[in-house]
């Protein structure tokens, strides 16, 4: 079964996610900062925005301990039954210091709004991100949908009194 992702360009110039390779399972996203101001919240929790320019040399410049919500230029809806798992490029991570606090973060298939990735900078010194930078990736993975019913739960092994682990 062949499925497809509607997606929606909110500026003439946005990119589209594409897998780098034949094998890839990420679709590179990048970051749309031309003409944005973009939410940030600090270490000590005071959150504001920040403009990042108006053409191609715009950039946001993040200290250590920021969090910030990246947004991508887009919009889509996925097919029913899938989700996008927003996750950091290694390359950010190891040479930058930058990661998904919530990794794998979700976008569910009804989600209506602009796409974006939420960040947190974990170098020292100024984290510079700018236009056009591939800032992360999204799997589309397929779930499934399960009821909870109320009831005894029965032991099925002998790991009772951990915190969910094999060690």
Same mark, same amino acid.
């Given at each position: 079964m062949n499925h497809t992702i509607?997606?929606?360009l909110l500026h003439p110039d946005a990119r589209v996610p594409q897998r780098a390779t034949e094998q890839s399972a990420g679709h590179d996203l990048h970051v749309y900062l031309k003409g944005?101001?973009?939410?940030?919240? +600090?270490?000590d929790g005071v959150e504001e925005t920040r403009a990042c320019g108006s053409d191609e040399e715009a950039e946001l410049a993040l200290l250590r301990g920021d969090v910030a919500?990246?947004?991508?230029g887009f919009?889509?809806?996925l097919?029913?039954?899938f989700e996008a798992q927003i996750r950091m490029? +290694?390359?950010w991570a190891f040479t930058r210091g930058l990661t998904v606090p919530n990794a794998?973060?979700?976008i569910d298939a009804d989600f209506p709004d602009e796409w974006m990735v939420l960040v947190r900078a974990s170098a020292s010194g100024v984290t510079r991100i700018r236009h056009g930078d591939r800032v992360a990736q999204a799997v589309i993975s397929?779930?499934?949908t399960v009821a909870w019913q109320e009831g005894t739960v029965q032991p099925v092994t002998d790991r009772a009194g951990g915190i969910g682990s094999t060690g």
């Open positions: 509607v997606f929606e944005r101001e973009v939410r940030v919240c +600090s270490e919500l990246l947004p991508l919009k889509a809806t097919p029913r039954g490029r +290694s390359s794998p973060g979700t397929q779930f499934q």
